[in-house]
Each structure stands twice: as C-alpha cells, then as structure tokens.
C-alpha cells in the first residue's frame, strides 16, 4: 500500500525558505492520475491546501501562497517537495503531503506530518 | 474561494448515539463535498467521497447525504464508538482551490 512520509527541517529562521520533501513508496510517484498535494494545518486550526503536482507535471498553487510557493517532483527518488519563501510566524504548521485521484475521489493517503516552526 | 461552514463547531454525545454534523458552501459544489476524521495528532482520514461514497474500509454507520442543492451536504454517525470522538472536517473538491470547512468536534457526553 502507498505510503508517504514528510522530511526537512523543524524549525526555520523568518524571512528564510521553508523546504520539505515528501518520500512515496508502495507506488509510482509517476502512475497514472494522481495529483500530490501539500496541506498545511495551523495550531489548533483548520485545514488549508496549499498546492498540487500533478503526475502529468501540471501545478497548481493556492493564491493565498501563490507568490511564495514551488512544488517540484523528482521521480527518479520517488519524491516531491515544497519550498515555501520568506516565511513568517504564521506560516509555522503542521505540514502534511498527501495524494488524490482527483477532484471526485477525495484525498486518500496522507503522510504522518511533520511540525514546522518559523522562530529566530 | 468557496467558503465551507460547518455546524455545530462542537458537540457533546454518547457512545451508541447518533451523531449529524452539517457542512454548507457558498455556491453549488456538485457533491464534490468529501469528509475526513482527525484524531489528536493524527492526520486526517478520508470517510466519504463524492458526497455519499463510503471509503474503502471505512464502517457503514458512517454516511453522507447532500440536500440535491449542491450547497448542504451531511455527515451522519449512525451509533457512536468510542474511537469516533475526533475533529470531522468537510472539503469541497469542485473548484480550485479545494477548501475544507472549520471543523467539529466530537465529545464525549
């Protein structure tokens, strides 16, 4: 069965670059159909999506982080990554990755998620 | 963004009660409306799709129904267990970018 797991720092200087890799095993990264999301959720707080790659190399990005945001894919490893710029005190979440089929499916494999702080 | 609103943002109920949270967006999402389940330092776990289809492996006294106006959409614990008391959260998957309600959550009474 697929698997995803979140890795990168924890913690991470304001005005500095947020960086995260997201591992898939048990699948193809580059199977058919799925989209690979990022998702963020704040302390104590509700959801937010952040962005999408999709296995065809198609991206989207919220417009709430648009400007600030990449979502990249190596499938040679197997993995996909965020990179979040100039980041600030409210961006420090719990960040998940997880997969989608696709708009009707609903998203059905997260990973454990890994907590991000943005502190000096 | 289409907005989702969940009510109640709390509830208290009994083990073997039934449970009905209601999810609304701000304009007609087909039923592209999906529920999760997330326990205290867990991630979230995917219940419903599309509405009404039960995920795989997912018990049967979990269900969603939507209203037919695209907007309403609910989620119904049939008999409570003791491992259903977690945030549920609803996310419309219709448009870009995809949004999930605040959430509710599950007391024990």
């Known amino acids: 069965q697929v698997q995803l797991q979140e890795s990168g720092p924890g913690l991470v200087k304001p005005s500095q670059t947020l960086s995260l890799t997201c591992t898939v095993s048990?699948?193809?990264?580059?199977?058919?159909?799925?989209?690979w999301s990022w998702i963020r959720q704040h302390p104590g707080k509700g959801l937010e999506w952040i962005g999408y790659?999709?296995?065809?190399?198609?991206?989207y990005y919220n417009p709430s982080v648009k400007s600030r945001v990449s979502i990249s894919v190596d499938t040679s490893k197997s993995q996909f990554s965020l990179r979040l710029s100039s980041v600030t005190a409210a961006d420090t979440a719990v960040y998940y990755c997880?997969?989608?089929?696709?708009?009707?499916?609903?998203?059905?494999?997260w990973g454990q998620g890994t907590t991000v702080t943005v502190s000096s | 963004d289409i907005q989702m609103t969940q009510s109640p943002s709390s509830l208290s109920a009994s083990v073997g009660g039934r449970v009905t949270i209601t999810c609304r967006a701000s304009?007609?999402?087909?039923?592209?409306l999906n529920w999760y389940q997330q326990r205290p330092g867990k991630a979230p776990k995917l219940l419903i799709y599309?509405?009404?289809?039960?995920q795989s492996g997912v018990p049967s006294r979990f269900s969603g129904s939507g209203s037919g106006s695209g907007t309403d959409f609910t989620l119904t614990i049939s008999s409570l267990q003791a491992e259903d008391f977690a945030n549920y959260y609803c996310?419309?998957?219709?448009?870009?970018?995809?949004?999930f309600g605040q959430g509710t959550k599950v007391q024990i009474k």
């Open positions: 997880a997969r989608t089929l696709g708009p009707g499916n609903g998203i059905d494999v």
């Open positions: 048990g699948d193809s990264i580059s199977s058919g159909g799925y989209y």
């Open positions: 790659i999709y296995y065809s190399g198609d991206i």
């Open positions: 304009q007609s999402i087909n039923n592209y």
């Open positions: 599309a509405a009404t289809s039960l």
């Open positions: 996310q419309q998957s219709y448009t870009t970018p995809w949004t």
